[in-house]
């Protein structure tokens, strides 16, 4: 199947600190990529859709100056945690859509915010 | 709005016997993709099957088959000759027919395999 990769696998960083998440489409290209943060034992919670050259969409209820999100080509995506807080320490996860509509899924990347 | 309920928050089953793990949706929409995803502990998510709601033929892969039952927007997950690596969170899905074919996610049922 096809692979998404992401990186990094984990950050630590300080808090008021700025992380940014690629996502990256490997064999494929994505117009459409999404964004879900997970909490520990819980479902993923969709963030945003994010689509190549356009601006982002945002779920109800999330920053988008909090997590700026830049889709700059075909095959990348990227997530910005803007002035990190420890409450955003999360596992995200980001897919890629095909042009079948099948979304394929990153590995996640843990965050920890001190 | 569009929803997944998965009301087993955690199952159990013996290597090589079969379980049956429930979906039930909420959806007006006529036209959407059901899928089961596995997220084992290495926390990458992996398609398991997908679900065309306009085919009533139940989708089947391997040992993993479904119950799609449209009326009663029910959508369980079969798992026959269960193995210890099918142990996992299992995450029924929705997906709605957009341009950005957005995916819903159940809350997940925790799945454990013994020995």
């Known amino acids: ?114 | 709005a569009q929803t997944v309920t998965q009301s087993q928050p955690e199952m159990s089953v013996q290597e090589a016997e079969t379980v049956t793990l429930s979906c039930t949706y909420d959806t007006s929409e006529s036209d959407y993709y059901l899928f089961w995803y596995k997220q084992p502990p290495s926390r990458q998510m992996i398609l398991v099957i997908r679900q065309e709601a306009y085919k009533q033929q139940n989708a089947t892969e391997n040992r993993f088959s479904v119950n799609f039952q449209k009326a009663a927007k029910s959508f369980s997950l079969k798992i026959s000759d269960s193995q210890l690596g099918d142990a996992a969170m299992y995450f029924c899905a929705y997906r709605i027919r957009t341009s950005y074919d957005k995916v819903i996610f159940g809350p997940g049922t925790s799945l454990s395999v013994i020995p």
């Not at chain 1, 984990?10 to 943060?37: H, N, P």
């Not at chain 1, 997970?38 to 109800?60: D, I, R, V, W």
Request: aromatic content about 10%; overall charge neutral.
């Open chain 1, 1 to 114: 199947g096809a692979v998404v990769s992401q990186h990094p696998s984990r950050v630590i960083c300080k808090s008021g600190t700025s992380v940014k998440i690629e996502c990256r489409s490997l064999d494929f290209q994505a117009t459409t990529m999404f964004w879900y943060r997970q909490f520990p034992k819980q479902s993923l919670m969709l963030m945003a859709t994010s689509n190549e050259g356009s601006k982002a969409t945002y779920e109800q209820g999330v920053e988008k100056d909090k997590f700026l999100i830049n889709h700059a080509s075909l095959t990348l995506s990227t997530l910005t945690v803007t002035s990190a807080h420890p409450e955003d320490s999360s596992f995200y996860i980001c897919s890629a859509r095909d042009e079948l509509g099948t979304q394929y899924f990153g590995p996640g990347t843990r965050l920890l915010v001190l």
